[in-house]
């Protein structure tokens, strides 16, 4: 609700800025001068997505050449970080986008589509519509493991997870479990189990060991253990470029106050705007003159994006205005509205951050009673809650 | 095996998604400046999305040069404005492109375009209907600013909504009133499914039920006793639809089209047959109260498709309603008088009311099965 009424007020005001926010137009004098840079050409990568593309144009109707598409879409959007491919992918699903009796394959991209623009519930309405029909589909059970836990729905997404073990690898199925068990309570045995699994289990690809890396990365980080940075290291190197990884991994090195580190890591991810968001917190650690740009340019994208109506981006606009914009008053409807779709790690915190900073006794309490429901450990934020009611300033 | 080995591919994108915002999405920015029949327009579209369209690089390098956007200038204009259409449909404004050129917005470069269009006339409302890249990505959005005689107005268009009207030249109120009101007096008027609803109600009002005689009507004693009987039915469907109307018109309540015209052409039945087989006489208020609920929501859709001006919504939805009405009133005080004094011949029972009764049924029927089976 607050989403809706911040979206809509914010969304007609932005629009002028945004429509009305670029420099002048130009006539270019050089032909040889280079406007655009297209990230991702001349790969591997680029190459296979370009023989799916003509694969699937010469007959759009068959779901066994529009699925590989989609999903080698899907993939791009995750490495380029560049939400397009979602849209691409969207498009190559077409004729199965709007079908509640699409085949199976469908579903399961269409969900992860949905689920990657928060539209969480409609992922899992697909997802649920797929374990109906094969009770046995991993793919389907791990999505919805993964929608749930960020939902913070950990009991239903748990019993994804234990019937994981049955039908995955078990390394997928101990990844699934130690994301929940880490933030409800049992970390330690969560960081050991999946320690152990990632060295001993067999059927440990490259992705599982990124992914596996990256949690363990990220729990350390929670628990204040200084082996975070060796986590996140073998998850870079197992992974390649990851949007995602990296920023877990410039968090934990913000948090840790190496900031240069950050800036070394992500000096040139400028194109990403949750990276940028990173590197302007760590310009602005360092005093760097780059700083006011990188604010700048940030500033004129969430204003693009309000124009546009999208609510995806509260998480980040709420840090944004916290933490570079120095205005824990604008951060905290945001953080709230967040809240009400995503409930990981991050967003308690960045609202318990701006509800400290405001004095919110409302939304200090709802963070107080999730700590207190989920018994989510997290260093930093319980030094920031403190065991007490709302710091008076 | 097949489904196994598709699961183990796909392992590698269901790892914690990345949202959605680590990259802006597609947009465009499309300005329109309204002068009279000349619309100026400037549109901001990425090079990325002209790429994945029409392929800008023409060397594969990964890098767009200016010399690469320049050749295709000419592909690029007919690509993106096959895609805008300003104007009606049946008299779209043609446009031609008067410059190319390049701007750098938050998230990268775009080619700017701009153009004149010039319509037959200066349109008091301009419809744009925009249809770039949805095809290709439905997540596209464009951003339009209109600006018209000093003033800016905004709009979003996306896959689900492409084609927006917007009013540019308000007329004065009083104008405005006259012209909704205008628009209601129209429809029941050519309304056929709502006028032949009501005369079914109307048409027993100059009979009473007989029990005496072997016949099961006989003339009503009083113009009096006839007068308040159509004031009543009168009023209670005014009330219903108007209810109805006013509930849909402002959004709290929608139902599906197809369900609403074939409820009301079964109202219309149902009202006709009650002439033939008598079940309701007294109460026939109550028949044209409950279907008149009904109708209204038909009188919303008709609403819908003139355009609802969002600022001046109420002085649309009474002048509407009050034009309906009144074409209704003109429609009693036709049938009335006549039909009261012909109440007491055999010509009135036989013709306009029995062979009347059973032949709006009929019509009505026909209505239905074509409406709720969509023939």
């Known amino acids: 609700m607050i989403g809706a009424v911040l979206c809509c007020a914010s969304a007609i005001a932005s629009l002028f800025i945004a429509v009305g926010a670029s420099a002048a137009p130009y006539l270019p004098t050089d032909d040889a001068q280079v406007l655009e840079h297209l990230p991702g050409r001349n790969t591997t990568q680029y190459r296979e997505l370009k023989a799916l593309q003509s694969a699937a144009a010469r007959q759009p109707e068959d779901l066994s050449r529009a699925a590989p598409l989609a999903a080698a879409y899907i993939r791009a959007s995750r490495t380029e970080g560049d939400p397009r491919f979602l849209g691409y992918a969207q498009a190559a699903l077409g004729l199965w986008w709007k079908d509640p009796n699409a085949p199976t394959q469908a579903l399961v991209l269409r969900a992860t589509i949905l689920q990657s623009s928060h539209q969480f519930d409609a992922a899992v309405a697909d997802l649920d519509r797929v374990s109906q029909r094969e009770p046995r589909n991993a793919q389907a059970a791990l999505t919805r493991a993964t929608v749930l836990t960020v939902q913070g729905k950990y009991a239903q997404a748990r019993k994804d997870c234990d019937h994981l073990f049955a039908m995955a690898p078990q390394i997928y199925a101990t990844i699934c479990v130690a994301a929940i068990d880490s933030v409800t309570g049992k970390s330690a045995a969560a960081y050991e189990s999946l320690q152990q699994a990632l060295t001993s289990l067999p059927r440990t690809d490259g992705t599982a060991l990124a992914w596996g890396e990256t949690l363990l990365g990220e729990i350390a980080h929670r628990r204040n253990d200084p082996a975070a940075e060796r986590h996140f290291r073998a998850a870079m190197n197992a992974a390649g470029r990851d949007i995602y990884l990296l920023g877990a991994y410039a968090d934990w090195l913000l948090d840790q106050r190496r900031p240069a580190d950050v800036v070394a890591l992500l000096q040139n991810e400028t194109r990403v705007d949750a990276l940028l968001l990173r590197l302007a917190l760590a310009q602005k650690m360092l005093n760097r003159p780059e700083a006011a740009a990188s604010i700048e340019t940030l500033r004129a994208r969430f204003d693009a994006s309000h124009a546009r109506g999208d609510t995806v981006h509260q998480r980040e606009n709420a840090r944004f205005e916290f933490a570079l914009g120095n205005d824990p008053r604008s951060a905290l409807p945001y953080a709230l509205a967040n809240w009400q779709v995503q409930r990981e790690p991050a967003d308690i915190r960045i609202l318990a951050e701006a509800a400290v900073a405001t004095n919110d006794v409302a939304g200090f309490a709802q963070v107080k009673r999730w700590l207190a429901e989920t018994r989510l450990e997290y260093g930093a934020l319980t030094v920031l809650v403190g065991s007490g009611e709302v710091p008076a300033k | ?375």
Request: hydrophobic fraction near 50%; glycine fraction near 6%.
């Open chain 2, 1 to 375: 095996m097949s489904r196994w080995l598709l699961s183990v591919a796909l392992w590698a994108f269901v790892w914690p998604m990345m949202p959605a915002d680590a990259h802006k999405p597609s947009d465009s920015y499309l300005t329109l400046r309204v002068d009279g029949e000349r619309i100026e327009g400037q549109w901001d579209i990425a090079l990325r999305d002209l790429d994945f369209a029409l392929g800008l690089d023409a060397n594969g390098d990964g890098d767009i040069t200016w010399g690469e956007v320049k050749a295709k200038h000419t592909e690029i204009a007919a690509y993106a404005l096959a895609r805008l259409r300003l104007g009606p449909s049946n008299a779209p404004c043609p446009t031609q492109v008067s410059e190319h050129l390049i701007d750098d917005h938050s998230d990268g470069a775009y080619a700017v375009m701009r153009f004149v269009a010039t319509c037959a006339a200066a349109p008091k409302a301009l419809s744009v209907d925009y249809r770039l890249l949805f095809d290709l990505d439905p997540q596209h959005r464009g951003l339009l600013r209109l600006e018209y005689e000093g003033k800016t107005r905004a709009g979003i268009f996306s896959v689900d909504l492409p084609e927006q009207k917007f009013t540019l030249s308000e007329l004065p109120k009083w104008q405005q009133f006259l012209d909704y009101g205008n628009e209601g007096v129209w429809h029941i008027w050519t309304g056929f499914d709502h006028i032949l609803f009501l005369l079914s109600l109307l048409l027993p009002a100059v009979l009473v039920r007989s029990h005496t005689s072997g016949r099961r009507w006989a003339a009503a004693a009083s113009f009096r006793v006839t007068f308040w009987d159509v004031v009543k039915v009168v009023t209670a469907f005014t009330l219903a639809h108007s209810i109805t109307l006013s509930l849909a018109a402002l959004g709290v309540v929608t139902l599906p089209s197809r369900l609403v015209e074939s409820a009301i052409a079964l109202s219309v039945v149902l009202a006709a047959l009650n002439n033939l087989w008598p079940v309701v006489y007294e109460k026939r208020w109550v028949i044209a109260f409950c279907f008149g609920l009904i109708h209204g929501f038909g009188f919303a859709s008709v609403l819908a498709d003139l355009g609802l001006p969002q600022e001046s919504l109420l002085i649309a939805l009474v002048a509407f309603n009050l034009g309906v009405e009144l074409g209704q009133l003109v429609i009693v005080s036709v049938f009335l008088p006549i039909a009261f004094a012909l109440r007491a011949s055999a010509f009135y029972w036989r013709v306009p009311f029995t062979g009347g009764s059973g032949a709006i049924a009929l019509v009505a029927m026909l209505w239905l099965v074509q409406r709720a089976f969509n023939l």
